[in-house]
């Protein structure tokens, strides 16, 4: 490990050491920190160290007690590595590392792997993307090592577990945790697996987290995931809160939960449990079986907008937004421009919710894969509309996708019924247009319309000059 990468694990060491001790008075050496560390990379962050610092100094902020909860109730040892894998790995050093392989192949680099250790899972909720997989797919553990390798190589430190039900492999999962210490991992989980004995093994590793998946309160998660299993979520929640352990909510949000799921008393209900997150997911029609009438209505859409932004004004729970919050990100994240999925069949999906692939972890490396053809449409297409409201190739703009698959041959990942583009697409066209009308009045004149725009021309800038200075520096050393 180089010598700054050394240092700034002491430095937060150090720093969530004092703030443990007293909270109030020293969450300024964890900024300090912060902005030592900032520095010395060219201060990539220092946007993010900006909000960052409200939260710290103005107390009134809702996630200024955000950071005294995790300080007061999360276990020490747990949240310090989480910083340290989480922040400083994933964050500062994996950056580096990602942009210098964007620089070089000039592709994208994912800053997170998604993957799915097995399609198999103890429940069949109606309307999972992840059922079409069938119950017979693993990736070995060699396979899931190997993919965390290849990561590392590639500058990223973060993974998340999708599926099937992930813990039907907990004890490989553990173990993958213990191989590899420098990584935070993140699973999505239906949590009826989790027990005292796995909430151990959590605290022993210290880099696993779970996000439970629910869908409201119980008769809506019961009606979607069978009799019983909100019951089974809370003893897990409890458990975790119990052992002192991080957490958080995964939510698919559809037309008929939608009330429920959004709703302040839901809300509310998930930061008494104990959530430190909630992800909130849009439902997609993926799969020959898919139900178009599980499509949230476009006003729908507009109200998740207002109330989860108000929320986060108010209430000390972060809350991601997987379609909504895309203009924060300058548009889609997938195709390896933020993350991939890979399947338990080793099939690496630009999206974990586009099925369609050219490429297979068993006879290609990841580095290969994102330089395929369809990564690189993906590359080359993104963002895929002007208005980051409507960033996805397949729900809001169907007709990029369809031109996708057709110019570079990808095939369906399904192994048991394999769905056309067309197919998928249609199901999308309709919503596509509905919701355009919607998103063309919110974006149109938004704060945030100029300053993506702004943030893209600067970003392009930047990306010249330091392929530029890289150029230069190179012609030096071979003259020297």
Not at 249 to 271: A, P
Not at 384 to 393: G, S, T, Y
Request: charged share 30%; hydrophobic share 35%; aromatic share 10%.
């Amino acid at each position: 490990m180089k010598i700054r990468e050394k240092m700034a694990e002491f430095g937060i060491s150090h720093a969530l050491d004092s703030i443990c001790k007293d909270p109030e008075r020293n969450l300024n050496k964890l900024m300090a920190w912060a902005d030592s560390l900032d520095g010395l990379n060219g201060n990539q962050f220092a946007t993010q160290r900006r909000v960052i610092r409200e939260v710290v100094e103005n107390t009134e902020h809702p996630y200024h007690n955000y950071i005294l909860k995790l300080v007061h109730d999360i276990d020490s040892e747990s949240l310090k590595t989480f910083f340290v894998n989480f922040i400083v790995n994933a964050g500062l050093v994996g950056w580096n590392k990602q942009q210098e392989y964007r620089d070089k192949y000039k592709c994208n680099v994912p800053w997170t792997i998604l993957l799915d250790p097995t399609s198999a899972c103890n429940l069949h909720c109606t309307g999972c993307w992840a059922a079409e997989y069938g119950n017979k797919l693993n990736l070995s553990f060699d396979e899931i090592d190997n993919i965390v390798t290849q990561g590392k190589e590639l500058g990223v430190y973060f993974y998340i577990y999708t599926g099937g039900e992930p813990l039907v492999r907990k004890d490989d999962l553990i173990k993958i945790c213990e191989k590899h210490p420098d990584c935070e991992f993140l699973s999505f989980t239906n949590g009826t697996l989790i027990d005292e004995k796995f909430a151990d093994d959590m605290l022993r590793v210290k880099n696993f987290i779970p996000a439970i998946s629910v869908e409201g309160f119980e008769e809506a998660t019961d009606g979607r995931r069978g009799k019983g299993t909100y019951k089974k979520v809370v003893e897990a929640m409890e458990i975790l809160k119990k052992k002192r352990l991080m957490f958080g909510i995964s939510c698919c949000y559809t037309k008929d939960n939608f009330e429920s799921i959004t709703s302040q008393e839901f809300y509310d209900k998930m930061i008494e449990m104990g959530s430190l997150f909630v992800w909130y997911f849009h439902y997609m029609p993926v799969g020959n079986d898919a139900s178009v009438n599980l499509l949230p209505t476009s006003e729908q859409r507009v109200e998740m907008i207002k109330r989860l932004r108000d929320y986060r004004n108010r209430k000390p729970m972060f809350a991601i937004d997987f379609q909504n919050d895309a203009e924060f990100m300058e548009g889609c994240i997938a195709g390896g421009r933020r993350y991939l999925h890979i399947n338990a069949n080793g099939d690496i999906d630009p999206c974990v919710f586009i099925h369609y692939s050219d490429s297979n972890i068993r006879n290609k490396t990841i580095l290969e894969a994102l330089t395929s053809p369809l990564f690189m449409a993906y590359h080359d297409g993104q963002p895929f509309n002007d208005n980051m409201l409507m960033p996805c190739p397949m729900l809001e703009n169907p007709q990029k996708l369809r031109g996708i698959i057709e110019r570079t041959g990808a095939k369906s990942t399904d192994l048991q019924s394999p769905e056309s583009v067309e197919h998928l697409c249609s199901k999308c066209d309709s919503y596509s247009a509905c919701w355009a009308l919607e998103a063309e009045k919110i974006w149109e004149g938004s704060p945030n319309q100029k300053w993506v725009q702004e943030k893209l021309e600067r970003k392009a800038k930047e990306d010249e000059e330091r392929i530029k200075q890289k150029s230069k520096n190179k012609k030096r050393k071979a003259k020297a």
